[in-house]
């Protein structure tokens, strides 16, 4: 099922060297809206968990030292130690891990037992390790008029923390600030942006946040995630609470080999040089929307002159 080939051909972009991923970069197995963390020299990446009707582990733990090479070590939640909280055979969606204040912290979507919302739970690393997870009893985010989907943390580069998420039927884009523990929000509540250009299709969703230089980069998803014309569009800032520019159209959009390409995350790529990244999303193949999302990766370049990232191709 994984690949197991390394591809060593570089492109030579702006002084650093980006690399053509062999993708899929996990095949044949269902695994949407991944969030990947360097961590050491190791990529470790959390995928979602569509299974509904049956309880089942939640959360596919995967690692890599390159992007392209994977393999499956765990799960958040085995059966048995999931959130007392959250519906055990209903969704659970785009988990996502981060360093708040030096603690690894897990952040995902699940099934609030009380009012049958989709809320931000969150769970703690025992002693930073990956594979070892405990649930917190209550989730730390919870609009009972709403569901709550695909959480993201923000670092402003000065201890500060914030937690984005998605409001999932208006499909906005909201933040609050994150206590200093990672386990609870205050107020306010920041609006960062919603769903207003013609390729979003009324939908604004899972948001990933990168600091480089003088911006704050907001990449968020658009249309159905179950549609062919799925994409990523990324918005930008000063502050890291807004307001944010969107760039406009998509930056990653189908292809005639790859459709519905989205949610993502971006993360430097410790095999290129100075200043190369990547991005690391699912999509599906044609003819098979709506089956197995698979995971992708492809590198991602910054124009000089706008500061604007974009890509070459798929």
């Known amino acids: 099922?994984?690949?197991?080939?390394?591809?060593?051909?570089?492109?030579?972009?702006?002084?650093?060297?980006?690399?053509?991923?062999?993708?899929?970069?996990?095949?044949?197995?269902?695994?949407?809206?991944?969030?990947?963390?360097?961590?050491?020299?190791?990529?470790?990446?959390?995928?979602t968990s569509m299974q509904q009707g049956v309880t089942v582990d939640r959360f596919p733990i995967h690692t890599s030292k390159d992007l392209q090479?994977?393999?499956?070590?765990?799960?958040?939640?085995?059966?048995?130690?999931?959130?007392?909280?959250?519906?055990?055979?209903?969704?659970?969606?785009?988990?996502?891990?981060?360093f708040v204040n030096g603690q690894l912290m897990c952040y995902f979507a699940a099934r609030d037992k009380t009012t049958n919302r989709l809320a931000i739970g969150a769970a703690v690393a025992t002693n930073n390790d990956p594979t070892t997870w405990v649930a917190q009893d209550k989730p730390i985010l919870l609009d009972p008029s709403v569901d709550s989907i695909d959480a993201t943390v923000l670092d402003d580069g000065n201890g500060n923390y914030h937690l984005a998420w998605a409001s999932n039927g208006s499909f906005v884009i909201y933040s609050r600030p994150l206590s200093p523990d990672g386990l609870s929000v205050s107020d306010p509540r920041t609006e960062f942006f919603r769903a207003s250009l013609p390729w979003e299709s009324n939908v604004d969703e899972g948001p990933w946040h990168v600091h480089r230089g003088d911006y704050h980069y907001i990449f968020y998803s658009g249309q159905s995630t179950f549609g062919e014309d799925y994409a990523v569009g990324v918005a930008r800032s000063k502050s890291v609470i807004g307001p944010y520019?969107?760039?406009?159209?998509?930056?990653?959009?189908?292809?005639?080999?790859?459709?519905?390409?989205?949610?993502?995350?971006?993360?430097?790529?410790?095999?290129?040089?100075?200043?190369?990244?990547?991005?690391?999303?699912?999509?599906?193949?044609?003819?098979?929307?709506?089956?197995?999302?698979?995971?992708?990766?492809?590198?991602?370049?910054?124009?000089?002159?706008?500061g604007w990232p974009y890509f070459i191709g798929m």
Request: hydrophobic letters at 40%; charged letters at 15%; a negative charge.
């Open 1 to 47: 099922m994984f690949l197991t080939r390394s591809l060593v051909l570089l492109v030579a972009i702006g002084g650093s060297f980006a690399r053509n991923f062999n993708n899929p970069v996990i095949d044949g197995i269902d695994n949407p809206d991944p969030g990947v963390l360097l961590i050491g020299d190791t990529y470790w990446a959390v995928t």
């Open 69 to 98: 090479n994977w393999k499956t070590v765990g799960v958040v939640f085995p059966v048995g130690h999931q959130p007392i909280w959250a519906m055990p055979d209903k969704e659970w969606w785009a988990p996502e891990i981060h």
């Open 245 to 306: 520019e969107k760039k406009g159209d998509p930056i990653l959009h189908r292809s005639a080999d790859w459709l519905a390409p989205g949610h993502c995350s971006v993360v430097r790529d410790q095999l290129g040089g100075n200043d190369t990244w990547a991005m690391v999303y699912h999509a599906y193949r044609p003819g098979q929307v709506g089956g197995n999302r698979l995971m992708m990766t492809t590198s991602m370049y910054w124009d000089d002159g706008s």
